[in-house]
């Protein structure tokens, strides 16, 4: 009985089995009798594993994440009682953990607020909550890619960017609903709930499966990396002082003079060096990012006022793993009509942060009009929508 229980691939195999039960609706007592005496031996490794394969078996994301739950609920004990190397102080997990503690804070101010019906307070807690973004943040676009590169089984990953999202859709409509009347009625205890359940939710993931994998995998360079580059996002509700942070102030700017430094770009146009040529991207009034012809990540432009987050880690990543699952169709169809000439371009526009966001796809191709990439184009075009008549003269008052 040991060899069996201590046995990875069934333990993964098992935990399937009962994990699909659930989905299905069978009972759970029954799927507990079942395959109890495996369960008592589940790592967070074994949950990645698992969802890797149900991904891959083609089960729907909005499946897994409707039933994930449950299963986390019976596998608690195992979870938490898994023996891991915890972060030290400064640790980029501690931090993360550190946010942790001070959202459950904020999340028990907001039940204090509601229970003695304190609105004020209660709205500006709401808007707090906000601020974890940065949090989620970091995980897509710094963690994330290291996981990926690292792990096997990286497609549970995207599956959290999903509930992230799905966080931030209920978290915007909780504030909106607020926002337009201080009654507390049963649609606000509805859509609190349901965010609480989501947020809490992700604590769990995070500290019971996520954190310890990504401890035992990544190595002490992986993390210095990413420490140097958590700092263009930030950090939701803690401070820290980060080593060296005067040295490494721009990690992008950075990474890319140490790959042109002293190199000249010459076309039939003109001749630029290297300085020159960055300035001049991160000038432009975009964000700029190129997708080479394999759909990874090549280039990304770094200008002062930017509205998509972006970080080094992100060089070299599937542009697949950039999105959750929900919109992953999209880009590959893109893709797709770029690779196969039927198409050249692609537009989006969406409203953001009171702002209006133009998203432009272009597809690149050489001289012979073979596809080498394809360029992403983001502006803020809200001043720009809102122009009238004519301006012929200089007004820098």
């Not at 594993?49 to 609920?73: F, H, R, Y």
């Not at 996002?233 to 430094?261: H, V």
Request: glycine share 4%; net charge positive; proline share 4%.
């Amino acid at each position: 009985m040991s060899e069996y229980i201590t046995n990875s691939k069934k333990r993964v195999e098992d935990l399937f089995r009962f994990s699909q039960g659930i989905i299905n609706g069978e009972d759970g007592n029954e799927l507990l009798l079942k395959y109890g005496d495996t369960l008592k031996f589940i790592t967070p490794h074994d949950m990645i594993a698992m969802e890797e394969k149900q991904l891959k078996m083609g089960i729907n994301p909005s499946v897994i994440k409707a039933k994930i739950e449950k299963v986390m609920n019976v596998l608690y004990d195992q979870l938490r009682n898994y023996q891991w190397e915890k972060p030290e102080s400064g640790h980029p997990l501690d931090y993360f953990r550190q946010e942790n503690r001070e959202l459950e804070k904020l999340l028990g101010r907001i039940k204090q607020n509601l229970r003695i019906q304190d609105i004020v307070s209660l709205k500006k807690s709401i808007k707090a909550l906000f601020v974890m973004d940065r949090h989620y943040l970091r995980k897509e676009n710094i963690l994330f890619p290291f996981l990926e590169k690292t792990w096997e089984n990286c497609r549970p990953l995207s599956v959290m960017w999903s509930l992230h999202d799905d966080i931030r859709l209920k978290l915007k409509k909780l504030d909106s609903h607020i926002s337009k009347s201080a009654k507390l009625d049963k649609e606000f205890y509805s859509i609190i709930g349901e965010l609480f359940f989501l947020m809490y939710g992700m604590i769990l993931k995070e500290e019971l499966v996520i954190f310890p994998v990504a401890m035992e995998t990544l190595t002490k360079t992986d993390w210095r990396e990413i420490a140097a580059q958590s700092h263009v996002i930030g950090f939701s509700y803690i401070n820290p002082d980060l080593p060296n942070a005067s040295k490494i102030s721009n990690p992008a700017e950075k990474s890319s003079r140490d790959g042109i430094s002293g190199k000249i770009f010459s076309s039939t146009t003109g001749k630029l060096n290297s300085e020159q040529l960055e300035k001049i991207f991160n000038t432009l009034p975009v964000d700029i990012t190129f997708i080479d012809e394999k759909d990874e990540v090549a280039y990304f432009s770094n200008p002062k006022d930017r509205f998509f987050p972006r970080s080094p880690a992100i060089i070299g990543r599937k542009v697949q793993n950039c999105h959750p699952p929900e919109s992953v169709h999209i880009v590959e169809k893109i893709l797709t009509a770029f690779k196969d000439g039927s198409r050249d371009e692609a537009l989006f526009h969406i409203n953001m942060k009171g702002r209006f966001i133009m998203i432009r796809y272009f597809a690149v191709r050489d001289d012979a009009g073979k596809y080498i990439g394809t360029l992403e184009v983001s502006q803020d075009v809200t001043k720009i929508r809102s122009l009238k008549g004519d301006r012929r003269l200089l007004d820098w008052d």
